[in-house]
Nanobody, 126 residues
Framework: QVQLVESGGGLVQAGASLRLSCAASGRTDSISAMGWFRQAPGKEREFVAAISRGGITTEYADSVKGRFTISRDNAKNTMYLQMNSVRSEDTATYYC???????????????????WGQGTQVTVSS
């Protein structure tokens, strides 16, 4: 089993920056692709970004491309989401997810990620 714990959320003003972290524990050697998803009140969960096992390949939702950067440090078993120029529409609970399958397989589909964190709230004030 893999356990994931997010941190770094909070209340920020529009245009500011924020960095989320996701610490993995347990069978971390089984983790391949990792990703960030978010869910705003009354809306469905949506894909934000994903990264391959080695950190070379990344995918982004169009809504965050150019503003958010996903990265991972496998030595620390930690994934990050650097959020720049945040907007009010970025307000949501952010979840990290992990898969034992490749990014090519897991991609943007939440159902392909069996491991999830409890979420961290990001609120952007305008």
């Amino acid at each position: 089993q893999v356990q994931l714990v997010e941190s770094g959320g909070g209340l920020v003003q529009a245009g500011a920056s924020l960095r989320l972290s996701c610490a993995a524990s347990g069978r971390t050697d089984s983790i391949s692709a990792m990703g960030w998803f978010r869910q705003a009140p009354g809306k469905e969960r949506e894909f934000v970004a994903a990264i391959s096992r080695g950190g070379i390949t990344t995918e982004y939702a169009d809504s965050v491309k150019g503003r958010f950067t996903i990265s991972r440090d496998n030595a620390k078993n930690t994934m990050y989401l650097q959020m720049n120029s945040v907007r009010s529409e970025d307000t949501a609970t952010y979840y990290c997810a992990a898969s034992d399958q490749s990014l090519a397989y897991s991609s943007r589909q939440g159902r392909n990620y069996p491991y999830w964190g409890q979420g961290t709230q990001v609120t952007v004030s305008s």
